[in-house]
């Protein structure tokens, strides 16, 4: 991997990141639980099942602190910081 592309933006705020890596979870979850139902397996089905619904609610949570958070001006001149000093 190059090292002048870090995984997790530095410019970017926290809210979206956390929903992209939300959306990615989710659907990685949604995937699993399918591949459980397919080959009859319900305890995982239900686990992957709720880790899908987690990661979508985080999602719905993240994306829509985001959109607050630009329709309210808060990302405007946003500079690259380290992620624990990111608005969110």
Do not use: D
């Not at 009859?40 to 709720?50: C, K, N, S, Y």
């Not at 999602?59 to 608005?87: A, C, D, I």
């Amino acid at each position: 991997m190059s090292k002048g592309h870090p995984f997790i933006p530095k410019n970017k705020p926290k809210f979206w990141i956390m929903g992209i890596i939300a959306g990615l979870a989710g659907l990685g979850f949604g995937l699993l639980a399918f591949v459980a139902t397919l080959f009859g397996f319900p305890l995982l089905m239900g686990f992957f099942t709720v880790g899908f619904f987690a990661c979508w609610a985080m999602f719905v949570v993240s994306w829509f602190g985001f959109v607050l958070g630009m329709l309210g001006g808060r990302y405007h001149g946003l500079t690259e910081k380290p992620w624990h000093e990111q608005v969110w």
